[in-house]
């Protein structure tokens, strides 16, 4: 009997998965769990297929695997042979959820310990990177203005438009309806004393994005840490009145910083997120 190609059973195996307009944050509640059944963006799913297609050929070439079936024994192999090459954390980890999705599993079905992300190997908008070099922070001071007032991703960037802007009666300013990962939707305060830097946008014609490209040397995730910070600091609570169970502790490199737990929940969901031990990782000074 012939087989389709391993590529092509990766393809239809994660393509049968796909709930495109969906929310992931629903599903997650409805499931009563973190990782619900299925991909909610496409650029998951792009994600997951090169790295499934990766492994699919890899399989094919190590072991003569045909079929996902006889590639799946393989799978801690070809994740150890990653720790080997001295892949981060970051691939690593990623290489398994596209894994733990192709073949419908959690991490727990693979017998393989990854590597933690620590911090301090954490590179991205910490130091000048090759990638600023070439990016004109002149010409393009109005989106970098837009996006630290803001802490948009991305995604968010490219597709945010004039009528989601919104004057509140005390001055403040808000985006409304913004749609972030997994389909989630998030109304988002603008910095104050940033406001202009917004509101400036308001008057654009409607029905089309502010931006017509996010320059991809941009520092976006920098511009998330810049508002996060600032943001943290404005909501935080002096930490002499708090509580113990109000503190969050830092560990490993972070040992003896403490931050007010209530503002970190508050930045994390603005950021889109809903832990705050990603906000203290990867975002707080």
């Given at each position: 009997m012939k087989h389709k190609s391993m590529v092509r059973q990766v393809q239809e195996a994660l393509q049968s998965q796909l709930r495109i307009g969906e929310s992931r944050h629903d599903a997650k509640q409805a499931e009563n769990t973190r990782t619900p059944i299925g991909i909610f963006s496409y650029r998951t799913f792009e994600t997951y297929l090169k790295q499934g297609c990766a492994f699919a050929k890899w399989a094919k070439?190590?072991?003569?695997?045909?079929?996902?079936?006889?590639?799946?024994?393989?799978?801690?192999?070809?994740?150890?042979?990653?720790?080997?090459?001295?892949?981060?954390?970051?691939?690593?980890?990623?290489?398994?959820?596209?894994?733990?999705?192709?073949?419908?599993?959690?991490?727990?079905?693979?017998?393989?310990?990854?590597?933690h992300r620590e911090r301090q190997a954490i590179e991205r908008s910490r130091n000048t990177a090759s990638r600023d070099y070439g990016f004109s922070k002149e010409k393009n001071a109005d989106i970098l203005a837009f996006a630290r007032a803001t802490g948009l991703r991305r995604h968010e960037l490219a597709a945010i438009r004039p009528e989601q802007i919104r004057m509140n009666p005390d001055g403040s300013a808000a985006l409304c309806g913004v749609t972030g990962k997994g389909g989630k939707v998030r109304d988002i305060a603008v910095l104050p004393g940033k406001e202009e830097a917004v509101l400036k946008?308001?008057?654009?014609?409607?029905?089309?994005?502010?931006?017509?490209?996010?320059?991809?040397?941009?520092?976006?995730?920098?511009?998330?840490?810049?508002?996060?910070?600032?943001?943290?600091?404005?909501?935080?609570?002096?930490?002499?009145?708090?509580?113990?169970?109000?503190?969050?502790?830092?560990?490993?490199?972070?040992?003896?910083?403490?931050?007010?737990?209530?503002?970190?929940?508050?930045?994390?969901?603005?950021?889109?997120?809903?832990?705050?031990?990603?906000?203290?990782?990867?975002?707080?000074?």
């Open positions: 070439t190590e072991y003569g695997s045909r079929t996902l079936a006889q590639a799946q024994p393989h799978v801690e192999s070809y994740l150890q042979s990653g720790i080997d090459r001295g892949l981060s954390a970051y691939t690593l980890s990623t290489q398994r959820a596209a894994l733990c999705k192709l073949y419908g599993c959690t991490a727990r079905d693979f017998d393989i310990t990854l590597p946008f308001a008057g654009n014609p409607t029905g089309k994005p502010i931006f017509t490209s996010v320059p991809s040397h941009m520092d976006v995730h920098g511009c998330r840490r810049a508002y996060a910070n600032v943001l943290y600091r404005q909501l935080a609570r002096s930490l002499h009145t708090l509580a113990r169970q109000e503190k969050y502790y830092c560990k490993k490199d972070r040992r003896g910083m403490v931050y007010d737990r209530r503002a970190m929940l508050q930045v994390s969901r603005q950021l889109g997120h809903n832990r705050i031990s990603v906000i203290a990782g990867h975002y707080l000074d």
